[in-house]
T-cell receptor
Framework: EDQVTQSPEALRLQEGESSSLNCSYT??????LFWYRQDPGKGPEFLFT?????EEKEKERLKATLTKKESFLHITAPKPEDSATYLC???????????WGAGTKLIIKP | NAGVTQTPKFQVLKTGQSMTLQCAQD?????MSWYRQDPGMGLRLIHY???????DQGEVPNGYNVSRSTTEDFPLRLLSAAPSQTSVYFC??????????????????FGPGTRLTVL
């Protein structure tokens, strides 16, 4: 069964303390992996698409990487405005529908 | 550009009532989707459309109807509301994925959501 698991469920960091969020997936084949950011009370906002193992994408303090089993969202020297829930979604070979993880809630304390 | 708009923001229904959640986009996107988001779970696709006049079921379509008469609008109808439909509903739109990669839902633009409570 196709599955996406995000960890940890929640992560509290001090401002400037770098860390990584994990998205592990079990699918028959991967066509693409997506990262979104969701602020409280709002809809998800697109961040990155990764298509193949070894690929990396960067945007400001965020860098997404992809292996054959998981993706990491690295956040470097985070600021309070980076606080949000980060969602991962996988597009499997077997289905046109995305499989979404439950998200990681990131809290950055000043 | 307003992007993707949804109305209402909040709604309370009684069991058995029907209602329509409205969704509109002004980006001329061909693809539109409806998702529901429940605590501790990932987004789940309810219905989607790849163009005016074309709709299809997602993962959790039971109890919901959609139609797409224009590119801009994609309303979601709850036929007879049940407490299990209490959720936050998001509408999203996107351009078609590139055929070479076989991906249908690329970068999606989401609306602000409708929080629905069914008593």
């Amino acid at each position: 069964e196709d599955q996406v698991t995000q960890s940890p469920e929640a992560l509290r960091l001090q401002e400037g303390e770098s860390s990584s969020l994990n998205c592990s997936y079990t699918v028959s084949g991967l066509r693409g992996l997506f990262w979104y950011r969701q602020d409280p009370g709002k809809g998800p906002e697109f961040l990155f698409t990764l298509y193949s193992a070894g690929e990396e994408k960067e945007k400001e303090r965020l860098k997404a990487t992809l292996t054959k089993k998981e993706s990491f969202l690295h956040i470097t020297a985070p600021k309070p405005e980076d606080s949000a829930t980060y969602l991962c979604a996988v597009h499997p070979d077997s289905n046109y529908q995305l499989i979404w993880g439950a998200g990681t809630k990131l809290i950055i304390k000043p | 550009n307003a992007g993707v708009t949804q109305t209402p923001k909040f709604q309370v229904l009684k069991t058995g009532q029907s209602m329509t959640l409205q969704c509109a986009q002004d980006m001329n996107h061909e693809y539109m989707s409806w998702y529901r988001q429940d605590p501790g779970m990932g987004l789940r696709l309810i219905h989607y459309s790849v163009g005016a006049g074309i709709t299809d079921q997602g993962e959790v379509p039971n109890g919901y109807n959609v139609s797409r008469s224009t590119t801009e609008d994609f309303p979601l109808r709850l036929l007879s509301a049940a407490p299990s439909q209490t959720s936050v509903y998001f509408c999203a739109s996107s351009r078609p994925g590139t055929s070479g990669r076989g991906i249908r839902f690329i970068e999606q633009f989401f609306g602000p959501g409708t929080r629905l409570t069914v008593l």
